[in-house]
Nanobody, 116 residues
Framework: QVQVVESGGGLVQPGGSLRLSCAASGSIFSVATMDWYRQAPGKQRQFVAGITRDGSTYYVDSVKGRFTISRDNAKNTGHLQMNSLKPDDTAVYYC??????????WGQGTQVTVSS
């Protein structure tokens, strides 16, 4: 059974930074693509950033230059560094692991609130 757990969310002022973490149990982390999604109130879940098992990264246009995704396969952990945060970034952020075979695994989400 794979478990995915996010942490690091919270309340931050506009222009501030947060670092989200994603920890996974099981043996699939190193072979899975890790993605971050977010869902704001009343809106559909949105892809934010992803990183392949070999470290290639990709981002939604709205976070390019502000967010950085990374992973440490030896520690089964990943991170989403978020800088220059805006109120529009307010959402529940979800970490997902997408293995080459089988279903995608989702965490429970962590709340990020950007407000003065």
């Amino acid at each position: 059974q794979v478990q995915v757990v996010e942490s690091g969310g919270g309340l931050v002022q506009p222009g501030g930074s947060l670092r989200l973490s994603c920890a996974a149990s099981g043996s699939i982390f190193s072979v899975a693509t890790m993605d971050w999604y977010r869902q704001a109130p009343g809106k559909q879940r949105q892809f934010v950033a992803g990183i392949t098992r070999d470290g290639s990264t990709y981002y939604v246009d709205s976070v390019k230059g502000r967010f950085t995704i990374s992973r440490d396969n030896a520690k089964n952990t990943g991170h989403l560094q978020m800088n220059s945060l805006k109120p529009d970034d307010t959402a529940v952020y979800y970490c997902t692991l997408n293995p080459p075979i089988g279903s995608r695994y989702w965490g429970q989400g962590t709340q990020v609130t950007v407000s003065s």
